[in-house]
Each structure stands twice: as C-alpha cells, then as structure tokens.
C-alpha cells in the first residue's frame, strides 16, 4: 500500500508505527490523511502480527498541530458536520483496536492533534511536547471529541477551562492533569516508546485484548453492567491457553511462555 501523508513501518515483534508525514504543515490531519490511517487500520487489523502500533508525527516539532485549517475553512456546515463524524470515527477505531495503542507525542498535540492522542491508550510525551485545544481561537468547538474525552481524562472544570482559553499546557502541566503517562527528553522518545512496547506486546495477547475492552467500554457504563462485563471477560480467560500458561509459570516459579 502506498500512502502520500503518513508512514507505516513494522518495526519488530509485531510493533508497528504510523507516522503522521506532513511536517510542513506541522502533520496536520486534512481528510486524505485521515482516510490513509484508516486504510492503514484496516491493514493492521487484517494482519495477526499486529501487536502494537505507535502514533507519532514526523519532524521535531510537532505531533499533530490540529485538523487542516486551510482545508477546514473552506467547509459549509454540512462538510464540516461530516468531517467531524470521518474523524471521530477514525479516531473511535483506534480505542476499539484489538491491539494497544500508545502516541509518542512529539512536539505540539493541539485539537485535532490532542484529540488524536487522546484516542491512543498511553501517552508518552517528549518534554518539548505541548498540548492543547485551542479551537476557540479559531471560533468553533472541538470537533474530534476533544470536548468528550479531554472531560473523561482531565475532568470538568479542566477541560472547560482549556477549551475556554485555549490554553496550550506544557508537558509536565499535561501530566499533572493525567494527560501524560510519561515525559522522555525528546532524543530519547522513540527508544522509549519501543521498550515500553516490547515490554507490553511480552505479555499475553489475549489478556491485552480483554483489558483494553474492559477499559474502553466499560468507562461508559454503569458501574454494575461494567463489573458483569468484566466477571464475564474474567470467565472468558480461563478458557484461553494464556491462562494455563500463566498460572502454571507462576507455580513453577519461572517466566511465562505467551505464544
Ligand atoms: N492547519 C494547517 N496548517 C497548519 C496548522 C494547521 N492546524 N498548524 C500549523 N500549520 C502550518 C502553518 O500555517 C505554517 O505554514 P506556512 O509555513 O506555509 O506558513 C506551518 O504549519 C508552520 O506553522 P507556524 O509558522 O505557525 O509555526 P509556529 O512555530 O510559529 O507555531 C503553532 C506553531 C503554535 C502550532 C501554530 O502553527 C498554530 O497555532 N497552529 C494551529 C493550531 C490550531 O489551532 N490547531 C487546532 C486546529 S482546529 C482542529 O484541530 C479541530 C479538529 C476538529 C475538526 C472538526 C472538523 C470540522
């Protein structure tokens, strides 16, 4: 497959990574790039190697600096209205993935770009990196579900704030918020992200499956049906050759064998 805005390169042990490849523009996400990582997630999920997929944006300065703003204004409201609902929807794949998904935010992550990052399990941050929304200045709301996810993430009176003022939050401010899992001086991002990786796609694949539902679906559930979900995702493990391995390796005090 030949891509014209991103890049798509398996790196090992079924990490793949995406590359955000418009750094003129600071990688911003204009409509053909949006399609080109949802064909590329079609890809992905197609191929059983997939284990892992790293996000992050080409060049030293930016992740993702928003949505095409060149692009975008030139909308009407229909156009806009179905951007908005392409985008969200590529973004909801990357939390239904049946792989994790971690962002390596790489300089700016601001609407369009936080709300990518956002939509990726982890954040690893380079201590350059800023995020932000600052749809207001431009006079519109978030459109990727920043106003959503920034809430579940950050909080209420956070996330007003920031999409009030459009505040840009350096990286230590964004993991205060709990935006940020880790911050990485920005050399040192990549290796980082990797190790992170490979440590994760080491585990059993199947348990990486179930938790990732878990949590992504059951955030928007009431507490009662989420705990049933898990109690049956519980059950479900205990038919997986993952479980027999674990519990074996850990009564016969050595490492596991995750096939
Ligand atoms: N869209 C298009 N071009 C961009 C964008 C963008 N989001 N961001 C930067 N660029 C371009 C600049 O125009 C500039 O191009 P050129 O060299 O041709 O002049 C180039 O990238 C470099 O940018 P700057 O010269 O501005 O670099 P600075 O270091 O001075 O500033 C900033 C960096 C602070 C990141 C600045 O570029 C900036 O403020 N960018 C816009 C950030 C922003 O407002 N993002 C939110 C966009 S709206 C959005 O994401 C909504 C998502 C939902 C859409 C729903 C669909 C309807």
Known sequence: ???????????????????????????????????????ALDLLEANKNTRLLLITGAGDKAFVAGADIEEMRQLNSLEAKAFSAFGLGVLRRLENATFPVIA????FALGGG??????????????NSKFGQPEINLGIPPGFGGSQRLTRLVGRPMTLELLYTGRILGAEEAQRFGLVNHIFPQESLMTKGMEMALDIVSKSR????????????????????????????????????DQTEGMAAFLEKRAPNFN
């Open 1 to 39: 497959m030949r891509y014209q805005h991103i890049l798509l390169e398996p790196i090992e042990a079924g990490v793949v990574r995406l590359t955000i490849n418009r750094p003129k523009v600071l990688n911003a996400l204009n409509r053909a790039t949006l399609e080109e990582i949802d064909q």
């Open 104 to 107: 390596l935010v790489n300089g």
């Open 114 to 127: 936080c709300e990518l990052a956002m939509s990726c399990d982890l954040i690893l941050a380079s201590d």
């Open 206 to 241: 199947t348990s990486l499956q179930l938790i990732k539902q878990l949590v992504q679906r059951g955030q928007d559930l009431p507490l009662d049906n989420a705990c049933i979900m898990e109690s049956d995702q519980f059950g479900l493990s205990f038919s997986s050759p």
